[in-house]
Each structure stands twice: as structure tokens, then as C-alpha cells.
């Protein structure tokens, strides 16, 4: 008696087991992935960002993450 053939895995599902070590990583996110950096250094950049974010800036109110003026990311970054 022969067995039905198995069915693949579905795109983008892995079929091994993950290892503790990856599992508690998060995943990155697609802009993460364009810019080849890890979940760990996103979300360094996001607390970076919210530190020095600024809201309700006449002519950037629609920004829903908010400004950082150029004058003070040159100044961080000297």
C-alpha cells in the first residue's frame, strides 16, 4: 500500500523548529529589511526618535510620527 505524496509548506512557513535563542528575537519589519538592519537596531533608532521627536510643528502637522530638525540631528551627530 503506497502513502499519498506529503504536502509542501506553504510559502514563507519553516518546517523546523525554532531555537530558543531565535525565538525570543523580534522579527524585522520590511523597511528593517530594505535598510539590512537588525529588529534590535530598529527599535534603537524608534527609542532615538522618540526622544528627540517634536509634535505640533506649524506646517508638519499631518506627520504622524513627528519632526526632528536637521540643525539638531548635525549637532547629535558632531
Do not use: C
Given at each position: 500500500?503506497?502513502?499519498?505524496?506529503?504536502?509542501?509548506?506553504?510559502?514563507?512557513?519553516?518546517?523546523?523548529?525554532?531555537?530558543?535563542?531565535?525565538?525570543?528575537?523580534?522579527?524585522?519589519?520590511?523597511l528593517?529589511?530594505?535598510?539590512?538592519i537588525?529588529?534590535?537596531?530598529?527599535?534603537?533608532?524608534?527609542?532615538?526618535?522618540?526622544?528627540?521627536?517634536?509634535?505640533?510643528?506649524?506646517?508638519?502637522?499631518?506627520?504622524?510620527?513627528?519632526?526632528?530638525?536637521?540643525?539638531?540631528?548635525?549637532?547629535?551627530?558632531?
Amino acid at each position: 500500500m503506497t502513502q499519498p505524496p506529503r504536502k509542501t509548506p506553504s510559502k514563507g512557513k519553516s518546517t523546523t523548529v525554532k531555537s530558543t535563542a531565535s525565538a525570543s528575537r523580534s522579527r524585522r519589519s520590511k523597511l528593517a529589511k530594505e535598510n539590512d538592519i537588525t529588529a534590535e537596531e530598529e527599535a534603537e533608532i524608534k527609542e532615538a526618535w522618540a526622544l528627540f521627536r517634536l509634535e505640533d510643528i506649524e506646517d508638519y502637522e499631518d506627520e504622524k510620527e513627528g519632526v526632528i530638525f536637521t540643525h539638531d540631528v548635525k549637532n547629535v551627530l558632531k
